[in-house]
T-cell receptor, first 113, second 113 residues
């Protein structure tokens, strides 16, 4: 089955700096790659997603890039703010949907003042 | 608020018991997904229903079962509970089965003692 690896497991940045989280996946047939943000004790919230027919997608301070050849995708957060502090999960799916999403192990991002 | 409602929020029960977790999807969403989040296994896909029918199955134990009713709400039944079943159980919903993002509910925290 699909396997998703996520790095780093923890990331500390200063407010205003950029943060980058990287994920690799194993199944070349995967075609949907969402990113979720989860604050402590709360639900995962979809922040951005990308499908395999595009290489990059941006939404304000958040961007995701996808390299299908290398089977990796990355989340970029610019001008980080304290409220960006959370655990971020990448995921991959074969069905271009949330069905059978395989999640990475999460990255705990801490934005310090 | 994602619009996905899960009840109860917390549940404490003894080993060997059976519990039912309930999920009401967002208005108009036909697909419901169940995920388990534990410290050692991370976020794992359990099962998906679409318009009342089982659509996809993940790492769901035989002791667990689910269904989606005509009004589209879903229930996850966990039986013969073990200590290792203690986890956060999330329900997510999406409009369709494909090419659509999923939104998570707040989760049910199950503690088996």
């Amino acid at each position: 089955g699909e396997n998703v690896e996520q790095h780093p497991s923890t990331l500390s940045v200063q407010e205003g700096d950029s943060a980058v989280i990287k994920c690799t996946y194993s199944d070349s047939a995967s075609n949907y790659f969402p990113w979720y943000k989860q604050e402590l004790g709360k639900r995962p919230q979809l922040i951005i997603d990308i499908r395999s027919n595009v290489g990059e997608k941006k939404d304000q301070r958040i961007a995701v890039t996808l390299n299908k050849t290398a089977k990796h995708f990355s989340l970029h957060i610019t001008e980080t703010q304290p409220e960006d502090s959370a655990v971020y999960f990448c995921a991959a799916s074969l069905r271009s949907t949330a069905s059978k999403l395989t999640f990475g192990t999460g990255t705990r991002l801490q934005v310090t003042l | 608020d994602s619009g996905v409602t899960q009840t109860p929020k917390h549940l404490i029960t003894a080993t060997g018991q059976r519990v039912t977790l309930r999920c009401s999807p967002r208005s108009g969403d036909l697909s419901v997904y169940w995920y388990q989040q534990s410290l050692d296994q991370g976020l794992q896909f359990l099962i998906q229903y679409y318009n009342g029918e089982e659509r996809a199955k993940g790492n769901i134990l035989e002791r667990f079962s689910a269904q989606q009713f005509p009004d589209l709400h879903s229930e996850l039944n966990l039986s013969s509970l073990e200590l290792g079943d203690s986890a956060l159980y999330f329900c997510a919903s999406s409009r369709l089965d494909r090419n659509t993002e999923a939104f998570f509910g707040q989760g049910t925290r199950l503690t088996v003692v």
